[in-house]
């Protein structure tokens, strides 16, 4: 679909509100480099490029960023949406432009741990600010540093570098090629850890190949320490963005030599890192721009775009975007302001994708595998339930009748989960329903075993943001039951298959407009013991109970049918829930000449064991790292409440309806409906 500009960027903004509206955050966080700088240097004293435009201030007074004239970049966007504030640059050396409330420490130029920065253009070095910019530790430091060490965890932080990285390696070693002599000078200025690999290589213990190899895997280190340092702060939600495909920026399709050579390294980059960060134990939200900004280029008209592959600024500014005063004719719908810095276009598309994901990966994963979880274990409960009905079913006439007994029961249990925290609503289906038959044996008098088959069908949707969870499940119980005197013993053992026959979500970022569909399977293991006292008195029967249930139940992994950009993937789920019950049920038997009536009221307190926190992994994209997300807060007690009566119609058959509710569950509502009826022969 195509849009002018003026329609395209309006899509975009509306979209990524209305999308990313959902998660809330106190603040937001951005450290690295060019791409993500807001005005890290506006009215910087030392302000002006030579090497470019000699005298003219470095940040003309209608652009102070690296994008399109008195544009924004794609911090500003995402800042607005994610938290409605407006962002400020804070660069400790620029009090005059940069409060220290400020939350912006990206800076043009800067690497992620060498200094200097890098000016100017990418090649060669330039005389402006950029030179003196703080690399993302020492962003980080002074972060850290005007907070006291103490990260707000409610806040989204963006740690995003490594280009300036690349560009500073490219042109050491561009520079050991063409002018080896000037070698000791360039590394001389340089500090960091990158410094002796650069030395390594000027003295031929290393050849290049190797050192750019030392290179990336030092550079990926270094922001995987930054990224680390933040989240022992406290920072939960912190986002790192992958490089584009720095090869193909006008400036790397001006020159197929160097453009290949950034390309690789780039590349490299990403994949080192998200390598890095996997050894690690990081979790981050991850960002795919590889991917996003490929599509863009490959499909500009798709965006709104009219070009991808030339400078939209015009003049000085094609070579420095810090200088654009004016855009080239149709300038603003280009993708590239300069020679490798996005327009403000381009900036918004990003910003609404990184906003998407973010919303997806803390708030509409999380809810739906939360979602995935509770509803197996919910199905697991209502298994042990439709078992509990059909033994209540034969009190009182378990020594009636034939050796062999056989039922069917019909029941539903909706499950809602309460919008809470950034999770959305999620709302049963009203046809959801489940269908059980099964046969036992009465070995004696007073004992019975059997099996019985399930089919259920349960799931929902998430209304507010398009998404649904839907499960077919065929579950086969082995169960019994024992008196001893007045007191019982009983049994349960099920198995459950699984078939997540849709996890569906919408991704809907203008232009792009993606229903996902995914599926996965599961499986269920159960286990259950009971015992109880009935006491008789007159028409009334009193039994105090006790029961304890295990449920292990297992999730694949799965990836749903999403774009490149738009797909979501979901890691394994393994569930452990081992919940025990203390409980008192009364029953009363009332007869008449053509039926027993046997109403029954049931109250228990429940206490889950297994409370640890759960969690899943969740992506978005082509990367192969994802973002850990803790899953709703484990109940650990509540109540449930079970009534119904038991229709006697014969000696041999009897018609049951039941209804359960759970009571005290923080943001779940869960009930039963039932009907059985079982004949014995």
Not at 266 to 282: F, M, R
Not at 339 to 366: D, K, R
Not at 492 to 505: A, C, E, K, M, R
Request: hydrophobic share 40%.
């Amino acid at each position: 679909m195509k849009f002018t500009l003026t329609k395209a960027a309006l899509a975009v903004a509306a979209m990524h509100c209305s999308v990313a509206a959902a998660a809330e955050f106190s603040d937001a966080y951005f450290f690295g480099d060019s791409l993500t700088d807001s005005g890290a240097f506006v009215n910087h004293p030392y302000n002006s490029i030579p090497a470019l435009a000699p005298l003219q201030p470095i940040y003309a007074a209608s652009n102070n960023k690296f994008t399109s004239t008195g544009g924004k970049v794609w911090a500003e966007f995402l800042t607005q949406s994610l938290t409605g504030k407006t962002l400020q640059a804070n660069n400790p050396l620029n009090p005059a432009n940069a409060p220290a409330s400020g939350t912006n420490f990206a800076q043009g130029g800067a690497q992620v741990n060498t200094t200097p920065g890098v000016g100017g253009q990418p090649l060669p070095q330039g005389n402006s600010p950029a030179i003196a910019a703080l690399s993302v530790k020492q962003q980080v430091d002074t972060y850290l540093a005007q907070k006291a060490g103490a990260a707000d965890p409610n806040a989204v932080y963006t740690v995003y570098a490594g280009a300036n990285d690349i560009f500073y390696w490219a042109n050491f070693l561009q520079t050991a090629q063409s002018n080896p002599a000037a070698l000791p000078a360039l590394i001389s200025i340089t500090s960091g850890p990158v410094k002796s690999i650069m030395q390594q290589v000027a003295a031929g213990t290393l050849s290049a190949t190797q050192g750019s190899q030392a290179m990336l895997q030092q550079s990926t280190a270094d922001l995987r320490d930054q990224v680390a340092r933040l989240q022992a702060a406290g920072a939960k939600y912190v986002m790192v963005p992958m490089l584009p495909d720095m090869g193909k920026t006008p400036y790397g399709l001006s020159n197929p030599a160097a453009g290949g050579s950034l390309s690789t390294l780039s590349n490299g980059y990403n994949l080192t890192l998200q390598n890095t960060l996997a050894a690690s134990g990081i979790s981050v939200i991850p960002v795919d721009t590889v991917s996003l900004t490929n599509d863009i280029q490959a499909n500009p008209a798709k965006y709104g775009l009219t070009n991808s592959t030339t400078p939209g600024c015009a003049g000085v500014g094609a070579s420095a975007s810090l200088l654009c005063t004016a855009m080239v004719a149709g300038g603003d719908a280009y993708m590239f302001a300069d020679g490798v810095h996005p327009t403000q276009a381009t900036h918004q598309i990003v910003a609404a994708y990184a906003g998407n994901v973010v919303t997806n990966l803390v708030s509409v994963a999380p809810a739906m595998a939360n979602a995935m979880q509770t509803l197996a274990l919910a199905n697991g409960d209502n298994l042990t339930r439709v078992i509990d009905n059909h033994s209540r079913s034969l009190e009182g006439t378990r020594n009636f009748g034939g050796d062999y007994r056989v039922f069917m029961d019909l029941s539903a249990n909706p499950v809602d989960i309460e919008a809470f925290d950034r999770n959305p609503d999620f709302n049963s289906y009203n046809s959801s329903g489940n269908v059980t038959v099964g046969i036992d044996m009465l070995h004696s008098p007073t004992a019975f075993a059997g099996f019985a088959l399930g089919r259920h069908s349960y799931g929902g949707k998430f209304d507010a943001v398009g998404a649904k969870v839907d499960a077919l499940e065929t579950s086969l119980t082995f169960y019994g039951k024992a008196f001893v005197g007045p007191a019982y013993l009983g049994w349960q053992l099920g198995f459950g298959d699984i078939n997540y026959t849709h996890v569906d979500s919408v991704m809907q970022v203008a232009p792009i407009s993606d229903a996902k569909h995914g599926e996965t399977s599961g499986d269920r293991k159960l286990g259950r013991i009971s015992a109880g006292i009935p006491y008789q008195i007159g028409m009334l029967t009193l039994t105090p109970k006790l029961d304890l249930t295990q449920q292990n139940l297992h999730i694949s992994g799965f990836a749903d049918s999403g774009s490149n950009i738009s797909r979501t993937w979901f890691g394994k789920q393994d569930v452990k829930s081992l919940a025990g019950g203390i409980g008192l049920a009364l029953q009363g038997s009332f007869r008449s000449s053509d039926f027993t009536l046997r109403p029954y009221l049931e109250g228990s307190y429940k206490r889950e064991f297994k409370d640890d926190p759960r969690s899943v992994m969740v992506g978005m994209g082509n990367t192969s790292i994802g973002y850990k997300a803790t899953l709703a807060e484990i109940d650990t007690s509540w109540g449930n409440i079970d009534a119904g009566v038991n229709f006697d119609l014969s000696k041999s058959t009897t018609l049951g309806i039941n209804y359960a509710k759970t009571l005290s569950l923080d943001h779940v509502d869960y009930s039963h409906y039932g009907m059985s009826i079982s004949g014995r022969f």
